[in-house]
């Protein structure tokens, strides 16, 4: 039995025996710690049924809001359980349910009537994402290809070779508590955070901050790499196309791409690329007096001088070649206004 000697005072390794009783709860107390200060985590009892007719139970929803908000299906588990029956051949079947309409309806439907049945959580939310209305920015997470996480009492060889049979390659993180001998109420957690803490050095060398900074997030050739196959091509002839609208500079500006007419400037740039795992947003500007939006692509959101000092800066996603036709025509509009 492992134990942590904390100034003197000894804690005893505690190994929960019921899984939604006792390991559940202490998930749901500490997911700030867990996801970051900006993430929502909601339990979530929900069967799936997939277009197979295979049923598939997940144990919540973690929502983290940055400026590419993510949606993580979370597995708790116990390492005493049949590894492959609750933890591989569920998300699997999870996975694979995903696929049908219906069950994404089903997921974005409970998530927002849990979000509105407590009001902290969505007053939260309406902060984190501005004037976009909640179904449709739920909507829009449950879309996205699922990324998984199991949090697990005991990571070891056995979880690690049965993830290796997963059709999504799963995050794993290792959650264990300890009990101080005389106090069995008073607790200590050991876990690393699913975001990397950086230190943020103030003028006088103090820490100023913490943010969540995965490491994809830290340079625009990490990004790049991070995401799906799919998108890299996809990105790479949006930058050829965006390229031939005329005198166009570009180059990255942290983990995002810009475009400018002519040398670069803050008057002189048309738009912006932010990349997803498997979507590219594209930042542009617009003259709400003759922008024309025919498909209605463009969120009806306005982001206040994010990239863009003039005009309105509102955004539009891509997830495949062919939408590159009709994205140049709302970037071509956002070109002739830059100077």
């Excluded at 997963?166 to 794993?172: A, C, H, K, T, Y």
């Excluded at 901050?209 to 799906?228: C, F, N, T």
Aim: charged residues 30%.
């Amino acid at each position: 039995m492992g134990m942590l000697l904390i100034d003197g005072v000894k804690y005893n390794l505690w190994t929960p025996e019921n899984e939604e009783e006792e390991f559940h709860p202490i998930i749901k107390e500490h997911s700030k710690e867990i996801f970051g200060k900006k993430s929502l985590y909601l339990p979530i009892e929900e069967l799936l049924v997939s277009q197979a007719g295979r049923g598939a139970m997940i144990d919540g929803i973690a929502i983290v809001f940055s400026e590419r908000p993510e949606m993580y299906v979370v597995e708790v588990e116990l390492s005493s359980h049949d590894l492959d029956k609750h933890i591989v051949e569920q998300i699997n079947r999870f996975v694979r349910a995903l696929k049908n309409p219906d069950n994404r309806k089903r997921i974005a439907d409970d998530l927002e009537e849990k979000i509105r049945s407590n009001p902290m959580d969505e007053a939260f939310v309406k902060q984190e994402i501005g004037a976009r209305e909640i179904y449709k920015f739920i909507s829009d997470l449950v879309s996205q290809p699922p990324k998984i996480v199991i949090i697990i009492e005991n990571k070891d060889a056995k979880l690690i070779e049965a993830c290796e049979n997963l059709v999504v390659s799963p995050i794993i993180k290792e959650f264990k508590t300890f009990v101080r001998e005389g106090a069995p109420t008073v607790h200590a957690h050991l876990f690393e955070p699913l975001y990397v803490i950086e230190k943020i050095s103030g003028k006088v060398g103090k820490e100023k901050g913490k943010r969540p900074l995965p490491e994809h997030y830290k340079s625009w050739e990490k990004m790049l790499a991070w995401v799906d196959d799919s998108t890299r091509d996809l990105v790479k002839e949006l930058m050829t196309q965006v390229s031939s609208l005329g005198e166009v500079n570009h180059k990255p500006s942290g983990t995002d791409y810009c475009f400018y007419k002519g040398k670069p400037s803050s008057k002189s740039i048309f738009a912006a690329l932010l990349l997803r795992k498997s979507s590219v947003a594209v930042r542009i500007r617009t003259d709400p007096t003759t922008f024309k939006d025919s498909k209605n692509w463009v969120s009806d959101k306005i982001y206040k001088g994010w990239f863009f000092k003039q005009g309105q800066e509102r955004t539009f996603d891509l997830k495949e070649k062919g939408q590159i036709p009709y994205a140049i025509e709302l970037i071509k509009q956002s070109y002739d206004l830059a100077k």
